[in-house]
């Protein structure tokens, strides 16, 4: 089974800055807004991975020491060829499945994605589909 990082997200208090940040010092370009009841943000690229800058709603979203108002690294995702299969192999090593996920969290059905956490708490998302890029 073969999976690539193809998502990170970063939680914020300020989605504008951060966005702006990454637009102007890096030259990533933005593929998305984010307004769902879980977070409000930017979808930017680097043409292969698909970075998630986003204010999160409230805690249960934001799952992770400090939340909603946590800032830093939130999670990252793993585009697999075969969702069912990865799933088999990330709980059989150990990974809780965070039902919050399995539907579309952002920009229609190509992120959808299914969520867990690893046994340290650090959280993972798995898509068939992938995220927005420019190479999806």
């Known amino acids: 089974m073969g999976a690539k990082i193809r998502h990170i997200a970063i939680a914020t208090q300020d989605p504008d800055k ?12 933005q593929v998305g807004v984010a307004n ?23 805690d249960y979203a934001a799952y992770t020491e400090g939340a909603p108002r946590y800032e830093g690294l939130h999670h990252f995702g793993f585009k697999v060829d075969d969702l069912e299969e990865a799933r088999k192999h990330v709980e059989e090593a150990g990974a809780t499945f965070q039902p919050l996920g399995g539907k579309a969290t952002g920009q229609g059905v190509v992120d959808v994605e ?13 898509s068939e589909n992938g995220w927005l890029t420019l190479t999806m």
């Open 18 to 29: 951060i966005a702006t940040f990454f637009k102007q010092a890096l030259g990533l370009q």
């Open 36 to 58: 769902s009841d879980l977070a409000t943000g930017y979808f930017l690229t680097d043409g292969y991975i698909n970075l998630a800058i986003l204010k999160f709603k409230n």
């Open 114 to 126: 299914v969520k867990y956490y690893l046994p340290n708490e650090v959280r993972i998302d798995l």
